[in-house]
Antibody, heavy 117, light 113 residues
Framework: EVQLVESGGGLVQPGGSLRLSCVES????????MTWFRQAPGKGLEWVAN????????AYVESVKGRFTISRDNAKNSLYLQMSNLRGEDTAVYYC??????????WGQGVLVTVSS | DIVMTQSPDSLAVSLGERATINCKSS????????????LAWYQRKPGQSPKLLIS???TRESGVPDRFSGGGSGTDFTLTISSVQAEDVAVYYC?????????FGGGTNVEIK
């Protein structure tokens, strides 16, 4: 059974930084495209970023370009999201997800990021 | 950006009845190179993460009951639950993975009447 477990969330002040991590077990991590999604309070699901199998291709939603960086370590079955210059509108539950190409099959349970002074 | 519009926002159905959810994309999600629709349906039960039900507009995932079916092509899609069961209470989302940015519909809340 596939398991994706996120960590690293918490409360951070506006302008601050946070690094989210996601560890996979139960499927062949290095063969899968990986994605971060988020859902802000009272809002819908939003794609944030994704990364291909070897980390050579990355894409971001416009609102996080230049502030967030997605990366992966296939040796550790891990996905990361480095978030900097955080804003109130980045407050959300962040989900790690994976699949084939841009089709997402598996989701983690999510981790809460709160940006507030 | 491709905007995904779902209707209705909410749907109350009696047990055993049919439920139909509509999803319209602002641009085609049909690829001319492989003739595939890059459209998925997810089910999200309270307190859980989304679960993939349907990919490529009409391909049911392994283990998904056959009362769930997806249809449509291009810009207009439907998710049908042929005979709603109590365990189908959830929010259903359509989602395109055709091009960046990937986007979701606003969700349809299915409840039992």
């Amino acid at each position: 059974e596939v398991q994706l477990v996120e960590s690293g969330g918490g409360l951070v002040q506006p302008g601050g930084s946070l690094r989210l991590s996601c560890v996979e077990s139960g499927f062949n991590f290095r063969n899968h495209y990986m994605t971060w999604f988020r859902q802000a309070p009272g809002k819908g699901l939003e794609w944030v970023a994704n990364i291909n199998q070897d980390g050579s291709d990355k894409a971001y939603v416009e609102s996080v370009k230049g502030r967030f960086t997605i990366s992966r370590d296939n040796a550790k079955n891990s996905l990361y999201l480095q978030m900097s210059n955080l804003r109130g509108e980045d407050t959300a539950v962040y989900y790690c997800a994976g699949g084939q190409g841009w089709l997402t099959r598996y989701w983690g349970q999510g981790v809460l990021v709160t940006v507030s002074s | 950006d491709i905007v995904m519009t779902q209707s209705p926002d909410s749907l109350a159905v009696s047990l055993g009845e049919r439920a139909t959810i509509n999803c319209k994309s602002s641009q085609t999600v049909l690829s001319s190179s492989n003739n595939k629709n890059y459209l998925a349906w997810y089910q999200r039960k309270p307190g859980q993460s989304p679960k993939l039900l349907i990919s490529w507009a009409s391909t049911r995932e392994s283990g998904v009951p056959d009362r769930f079916s997806g249809g449509g092509s291009g810009t207009d899609f439907t998710l049908t639950i042929s005979s709603v069961q109590a365990e189908d209470v959830a929010v259903y989302y359509c989602h395109h993975y055709h091009s960046s940015p990937l986007t979701f519909g606003g969700g349809t809340n299915v409840e039992i009447k």
